[in-house]
């Protein structure tokens, strides 16, 4: 959520409070634990072939480059973090370079790991490294419309140089003879990494499908707004040396009346499944929806990183909390992150709520699986100068 969004919603949401401190909480917010929703009302169709031809003419012409090449060229340095972040369980984690923790036309939202991608087998390393994924939207200007997405991959391993870079989230177009791409204008508000497959949250929609064995090499040198095939046959992406495409679309859908909003998601590797949750307002809001939120989980095939062509929600829950960016869940354990409160809700059936202090700012969570040391939880936040990715142990914010 870009911070102009929020500093309306805090503002329309301390009206609201004033207006209403001295009346009963209505009824549809009373609750102070998850409740159980139909989980027939909620299902996925998936298509991972959408783009086989475009992307198949993209490979032939531009050529593909693995991870570990893309991190070999690697051009930003992680920064330590240098805020006092006051949580428990504390561990540490990175900051971005300068240009990137103070740019007001660009936020960090979601995160995954190549612990997410292949689990705790071989440390976690992908194609050689152990890596943090941080999915970005892209505003035409200082509080300005969306206008692109990224993704930033990020060396957690002492190996290698504490570097990072920048991929450009791309949608192919053209034809098979002239294929090209353009800009992907999602809020990119949650990500995961399964196998070789990134799922991006496209908020009204479902997921965005990309592919990590994918990633294309273009031309620089252009202007800062050239994207896709020119007419010379040279390939810009706003000067982005990579790029992404898009594979396939992941399209919910629902009878319960009211259409799930994809603000977040996180993977459970433990059941095999997505998770997500939506940002919502008790009252309010004007950008973003005034009813209790939900939180649905959907399964992958049993033994595959993909989904079936039709998937059924397993688990549906309405939350008690508003303003939620973050979800993680693992173990039948869930946890919940609110940039309203700063606060991070943990809930089982069996044990119920607790909530724990957080930061401000607070965007999506992801689980990190460890067989030596504690498990973790990764978390990040979007407020620009403040752009602190770290990392707590898991057992500070529930058993």
């Keep these: 959520m870009s911070l102009r969004t929020r500093i309306c919603a805090l503002a ?69 973090i240098t805020d006092s972040l006051g949580l428990a369980g504390y561990t540490g984690g990175f900051g971005f370079d300068s240009g990137d923790n103070n740019d007001c036309t660009n936020y960090p939202q979601g995160i995954t790991s190549s612990r997410d991608a292949i689990g705790t087998a071989n440390s976690g390393n992908y194609d050689g490294h152990q890596l943090i994924l941080v999915s970005w939207y892209t505003t035409d200007g200082c509080g300005g419309d969306q206008s692109r997405s990224r993704i930033t991959l990020v060396d957690w391993d002492a190996t290698y140089p504490n ?45 965005r499908v990309f592919n990590l064995k ?5 031309n620089t040198g252009g202007t800062a707004d050239q994207i896709g095939r ?20 992941i399209t919910a859908s629902t009878t ?17 499944s997505i998770v997500m949750v939506e940002y919502t307002c008790q009252s309010g809001c004007t950008a973003y929806p005034n009813r209790a939120p939900r939180a649905v989980r959907f399964p992958f095939t049993s033994g595959a990183t993909t989904f079936a062509a039709s998937t059924t929600a397993t688990e ?18 869930w946890w919940f992150n609110s940039s309203g409160a700063h606060q991070l809700y943990y809930w089982t059936p ?26 973790l939880l990764w978390s990040l936040q979007e407020t620009p100068g403040h752009r602190n990715v770290f990392a707590v142990e898991q057992a500070s914010y529930g058993p």
């Design 230 to 249: 020119q007419s010379s046959g040279v390939y810009y992406a706003h000067n982005y040396a990579y790029v992404l495409p898009q594979v396939g679309t």
């Design 163 to 207: 570097d990072y870079r920048k991929i450009l989230l791309v949608e192919p177009t053209g034809t098979a003879a002239a294929p090209s791409f353009k800009d992907i204008t999602v809020h990119a508000g949650g990500v995961s990494w399964y196998g070789d497959y990134l799922y991006v949250a496209d908020t009204g929609h479902g997921m």
């Design 12 to 80: 329309a949401g301390v009206i609201a409070l004033a207006s209403t401190m001295f009346a009963a909480a209505p009824t549809a917010y009373a609750a102070s634990t998850p409740t159980n929703l139909p989980v027939g009302q909620y299902t996925l169709a998936a298509n991972y072939h959408q783009y086989d031809a475009l992307n198949s003419a993209l490979t032939s012409t531009l050529g593909t480059a693995s991870v570990d090449t893309v991190m070999a060229n690697a051009n930003h340095d992680r920064t330590a």
């Design 256 to 272: 319960s009346g009211t259409s799930l909003v994809w603000s977040s998601i996180s993977l459970d590797r433990v059941s095999g």
């Design 214 to 218: 994918d990633i294309l090499k273009t």
């Design 316 to 333: 549906a829950l309405q939350l008690p909390w508003y303003k939620l960016n973050g979800v993680a869940s693992h173990n039948g354990r």
């Design 350 to 375: 069996s044990t119920g709520s607790h909530t724990y202090a957080w930061v401000s700012g607070g965007e999506s969570i992801s689980y990190w699986e460890d067989t030596t040391n504690p498990d």
